[in-house]
């Protein structure tokens, strides 16, 4: 027997109100979107559940492509039966015997949406039981917690019946919570954040500060890499490469060291605060992890956060670094965050950075710079490209590749 359908459970989505079809429907348009390289799949959702028609497409790489898709609590790969006693009891009778091992409970679990069916719920369970006893005599019924549960569904076109329960990604589907603008590094903390954001349902365009000839094309194609990564989990993202070098030439030039790390993050929240505008997103994402680096106590991310009264989501703020790096290495981003490319954040570094700034000294530095004319060349030469899941080869790769 071939499954037919995986039947989707919404999980949290289950719990909410008069907009819960707005979450429905944009978490069917987010699994047609992930599902559309099988043609074979069909897509079809109601106000309870969801339905992945796979009309003879491969199982596995469709469950694969399903269990990163935010929004999703569980779903269930079931097998469509004709709508009839005698078919079903072969059923359960085959699917039982494929599965079962010495020792092993069960119990089923028959729910009859068709009211027209011959049987109702408890015959079929009574029904359908007696059938598995004769096919394997010694099996035992367990009505709590059982091995095996048989779920039977008698719809209104056929019976399903499934008994294996695949959890998926949880969380939100993407896009219901509104758009930000992530902070991408390419170290460990960014990506992790993004997908935190994503996983509560919030849209990211990922912002990188590139600054050659300090920082190389393989940062630059490393920045790109993680974002691919992402898109398992929410789709096409887009990939916003802003200008940095004149900016960072003119702190190191003018500021006194210590506060070079200090004026660097505030050049990017303002950068990263006028693209969010510009993009109509609502919040600012970065991977922030409190006391990690200098840039991270409680007192720089103070005199950081001062460029702007935007929300700034820092998902990962309370996690150790194991942590934030179990989940880099779980959504396949950790082997490319440790390639060992500079970016924005590790050049200029000064040897004794300030850990407890004072806004009125940073100020005071500032005043030395051309702010507002900095931000606007940044803005204005800004790179906008969409990255996608598929992958593309260059001559950049092939370097990273001899390097690594």
Known sequence: MKYSELMIRYGELSTKGKNKMRFV?????????????????????????????LNGADYQPVAESLK??????????????????????EAVQTIMKNIYQ?????????????????????????????????????????????????????????????????????????????KGVLMLSGGIDSPVAGYLALKRGVEIEAVHFA??????????????????KLTAFGGNITFIEVPFTEIQEEIKNKAPEAYLMTLTRRFMMRITDRIREK??????????????????????????????????????VTMDKLEIIEIAEKIDTFEISIQP?????????????????????????????????????????IIVTEITPEAVSDEVDELIGDLL
């Open 102 to 178: 010495d020792g092993m409970t069960f119990k089923i679990a028959a729910r009859r949406s068709d009211h027209s069916f011959e049987l109702d719920s408890r015959d079929l369970n009574q029904v359908l039981g007696d059938a598995v006893f004769t096919a394997i005599p010694n099996v035992k019924v367990q009505m709590k917690s059982p091995d095996i549960t048989l779920r039977v569904e008698i719809r209104a076109d056929a019976a399903y019946i499934s008994h294996e329960e695949i959890m998926g990604a949880g969380g939100l589907p993407v896009g219901t919570s509104g």
């Open 25 to 53: 429907n944009k978490l069917r348009q987010n699994i047609q979107e992930a599902l559309a390289i099988y043609p074979e799949v069909t897509v079809y959702f109601d106000r309870d559940r969801g339905h992945v028609y």
């Open 211 to 228: 600054s050659p000839p300090y920082t190389s094309p393989g940062a630059l194609k490393k920045a790109q890499d993680l974002t691919r």
């Open 68 to 89: 990163k898709i935010f929004g999703v609590q569980n779903f269930a790969p079931s097998y469509k039966v004709e709508k009839s006693v005698p078919a079903l009891k």
């Open 341 to 381: 490319f500079e970016d924005c954040c590790t050049i200029f570094v000064p040897d004794r950075p300030k850990t407890n700034p004072k806004i009125k000294n940073v100020e005071q530095y500032e005043a030395r710079l051309d702010v507002d004319a900095l931000v606007e060349r940044a803005v204005a030469g």
């Open 279 to 316: 993009r109509n997103a609502l919040v600012i994402i970065n991977g922030e992890s409190l006391g990690q680096v200098a840039s991270q106590t409680l007192e720089s991310m103070q005199a950081i956060n001062a460029v702007t009264s935007t929300p700034v989501i820092r998902p990962v």
